[in-house]
């Protein structure tokens, strides 16, 4: 309980947060400077349901916790000390691999992959980087830990003759820049088994005990090289086979199976009708497996006496190049085709792996494109300098009295492909959908949101998008480092508590129509914030790739501005269009003002306790009773602990003072999503 002489409580929570903001030590690269959470790592990779446990992350702009979200599940979170949260986990959550996100002052953070188990956990100490410093796990263990140093983590498991000893590790899901070389070793040092494709299985010949050694493939360390790795003595379940000799399909059709060895092709025939419509989509790359699968279709025809003529139809490996191209590099090395027949006749199909792998695969033949339309969402960046080369984590959050989107990609779209509505659903409070919109066989659409002035800080896993990409660590150079991605489920959007400094909205929200050889003017209203007055320069994001995308000129101090859309000269051909008008605004922040409020409260009460400190020690001086010698050192305690509150008060203010000063951040701005119906032009 909190007392007038003891604000000590108060200053110690003003002081976690302020330290927990300032946690640095990774520093997450990014083009937008304003206050966006970003999370870089955490530790642990997992635990199991029901623990308590204290979760240390690692960003920047970490304010203020409120939450964990796991998945859709939010988790009270409070801070025990720097940088680390205590969560409960619940105990309804099943074991599956969460993404994991901080929620806060300013919103929600970008994923980390996070593991719930039913395995206890082995937490590496470090300090096992010997054979004879080995430390014993058992099997059905996950085992944990990171690569402080280069040298490796050493573990003996005990097995018994004809048990299977599994272990299994996988980098990317995980988050992690570990590429992992596990193997296993009798205690004589002879090498029995070793991890390849992430597995080592091992099946003991006789009671005995073995050693597992984990080390980076390259002997890297840091906080960005730890590992989680499951063993089991559950064998590895055998993946079906692939056909050898064609197999007969229909339409619809799916087919789960694995490449066959060293490239070798898996055959199937298609027999399809006059009029059928139907689209063929391999699915491997796009599971998270490191494949390039490669599809032959060719014609099959036999004459009377039932021998075959093979021509060439198509030969497909990756998926056509999105255009305009998104923000970010998203892969697909997995092959798509749609087809209209005009007879009947018969496709046979040849799929292998250019990389020679035995990895899974889907083979799927769909009567029409699926429905809902498989979206991605790709949090908010700037575009970029010409030539740069950068990775960056972005922003899932609207600044109150603003408006946020998202890049949304649609994958294996063609030319059949109908157009699409953006929507989303289960926003935070105070937030606004203002939809959006791919055109029919386009790739690439934007989806908006607006905040209220007054909505609260928080974040939600929305529903009406599956799916989302990101980078998994902040890079300024790819052409030094590797820029990895990783998919995962639905997006999270959340609420800064910072104000936008403009607020962008066309005049007219309905749909505009224009001639393929004209001109559209589309006349934008501006609401800008008290302290932002400069010209802002806004690209129209989703017609053309960003670096030659026309832009808005929207004069300093002004209140409107227009954008001159000319359809001609884009080569705009006729049809439906969706963009979003967005460009930086620079404008003066203040960062932990609400530490500063608090803790000048704090110090006000500290100069009254030290005040009424000072009082009981003359009331005990002047005291004539025998208790005076009693009373005489109550004070004099009373007294030191005010004066000792008072000085940590006045730090505390002087510290969070210097960290409050206004400094100029980049705000990334954007407009309501625009639509446009471009016409054919009239014939004379």
Same mark, same amino acid.
């Given at each position: 309980m909190n007392t007038r002489a003891m604000p000590r409580p108060n200053l110690y929570s003003a002081f976690c947060c302020l330290q927990f903001a300032l946690i640095l030590a990774t520093t997450a690269f990014s083009q937008a400077t304003f206050p966006t959470p970003a999370l870089t790592g955490i530790s642990p990779l997992g635990s199991k349901a029901s623990t308590t446990l204290d979760l240390t992350l690692r960003g920047t702009d970490l304010d203020a916790p409120t939450a964990i979200l796991l998945n859709e599940r939010s988790i009270p979170a409070k801070s025990t000390k720097p940088n680390v949260l205590s969560i409960t986990l619940?105990?309804?959550?099943?074991?599956?691999?969460?993404?994991?996100?901080?929620?806060?002052?300013?919103?929600?953070?970008?994923?980390?992959?996070?593991? +719930?188990?039913?395995?206890?956990?082995?937490?590496?100490?470090?300090?096992?980087?010997?054979?004879?410093?080995?430390?014993?796990?058992?099997?059905?263990?996950a085992i944990q830990g990171t690569f402080k140093s280069g040298s490796p983590h050493w573990f003996t498991i005990d097995a018994k003759s004809g048990q299977t000893?599994?272990?299994?590790?996988?980098?990317?899901?995980?988050?992690?820049r570990t590429e992992l070389l596990a193997t296993l070793s009798a205690l004589t040092g002879r090498e029995l088994a070793r991890m390849r494709g992430g597995v080592?299985?091992?099946?003991?010949?006789?009671?005995?005990?073995?050693?597992?050694?984990?080390?980076?493939?390259?002997?890297?360390?840091?906080?960005?090289?730890?590992?989680?790795?499951t063993v089991t003595d559950k064998p590895v379940p055998p993946r079906p086979p692939s056909p050898t000799t064609p197999t007969s399909l229909t339409i619809p059709a799916t087919i789960q199976s694995s490449f066959l060895p060293q490239g070798a092709p898996s055959i199937f025939d298609l027999p399809f009708k006059a009029n059928d419509k139907f689209i063929l989509e391999v699915h491997s790359h796009q599971l998270g497996y490191a494949t390039d699968p490669q599809l +032959? +279709?060719?014609?099959?025809?036999?004459?009377?006496?039932g021998k075959e003529t093979v021509s060439a139809q198509a030969e497909i490996a990756d998926a056509p190049a999105i255009s305009p191209a998104p923000s970010i590099n998203i892969a697909n090395r997995d092959p798509s085709y749609a087809f209209e027949a005009k007879a009947d006749g018969v496709f046979r199909l040849s799929l292998s792996d250019a990389f020679n792998s035995t990895n899974p695969f889907e083979l799927c033949i769909l009567k029409e494109a699926p429905k809902p339309a498989t979206v991605i969402a790709i949090n908010a960046t700037l575009p970029k300098a010409a030539n740069a080369k950068t990775g960056d984590l972005g922003s899932a959050?609207?600044?109150?009295?603003?408006?946020a989107a998202f890049e949304v990609i649609a994958p294996n779209r063609n030319a059949l492909s109908e157009p699409i509505e953006l929507k989303a659903e289960n926003l935070p409070a105070g937030v606004t959908c203002l939809g959006g919109f791919i055109g029919k066989g386009q790739s690439l659409g934007y989806i908006a949101f607006q905040a209220t002035a007054d909505a609260p800080a928080g974040g939600t896993i929305l529903s009406g998008i599956p799916k989302s990409q990101f980078v998994s660590f902040p890079v300024a150079d790819a052409t030094k480092d590797n820029v990895l991605y990783r998919s995962t489920g639905a997006p999270a959007l959340g609420v800064s508590t910072q104000t936008a400094p403009a607020l962008i909205q066309t005049e007219k929200t309905d749909l505009l129509e224009v001639a393929a050889d004209a001109k559209l003017d589309i006349p934008l209203k501006v609401t800008r914030h008290a302290d932002f007055a400069d010209a802002l320069k806004l690209k129209a994001l989703g017609l053309i790739d960003a670096a030659k995308a026309p832009e808005a000129d929207i004069a300093a101090k002004a209140n409107t501005g227009k954008f001159t859309l000319d359809v001609k000269t884009l080569?705009?051909?006729?049809?439906?269009?969706?963009? +979003?008008?967005?460009?930086?605004?620079?404008?003066?922040?203040?960062?932990?003002?609400?530490?500063?409020?608090?803790?000048?409260?704090d110090a006000k009460k500290a100069i009254e306790a030290q005040a009424a400190a000072k009082k009981q020690l003359e009331a005990a001086t002047a005291d004539a009773t025998p208790k005076k010698a009693d009373l005489v050192k109550a004070a004099t305690a009373a007294q030191k602990l005010a004066d000792t509150a008072k000085?940590?008060?006045?730090?505390l203010v002087k510290d969070l003072t210097a960290k409050a000063v206004a400094k100029e951040a980049t705000f990334i701005v954007y407009s309501n999503p625009i639509r446009i119906r471009v016409k054919e032009v009239a014939k004379k």
């Open positions: 619940p105990t309804d959550l099943k074991p599956a691999l969460y993404d994991l996100r901080f929620v806060g002052r300013y919103g929600v953070s970008n994923p980390r992959a996070f593991e +719930i188990s039913t395995l206890d956990t082995v937490e590496s100490p470090g300090t096992n980087t010997k054979a004879d410093k080995a430390l014993k796990v058992a099997l059905n263990t000893i599994t272990a299994s590790f996988s980098g990317r899901r995980f988050d992690t080592l299985t091992f099946t003991a010949k006789a009671d005995a005990t073995y050693r597992l050694r984990l080390n980076d493939l390259m002997f890297r360390s840091g906080e960005d090289y730890a590992y989680r790795v +032959i +279709i060719e014609n099959v025809k036999k004459d009377a006496a959050n609207v600044p109150r009295n603003g408006i080569k705009l051909a006729p049809g439906d269009y969706g963009f +979003i008008l967005q460009g930086p605004a620079k404008m003066k922040i203040r960062r932990n003002v609400e530490e500063l409020t608090a803790a000048e409260s000085t940590d008060a006045d730090k």
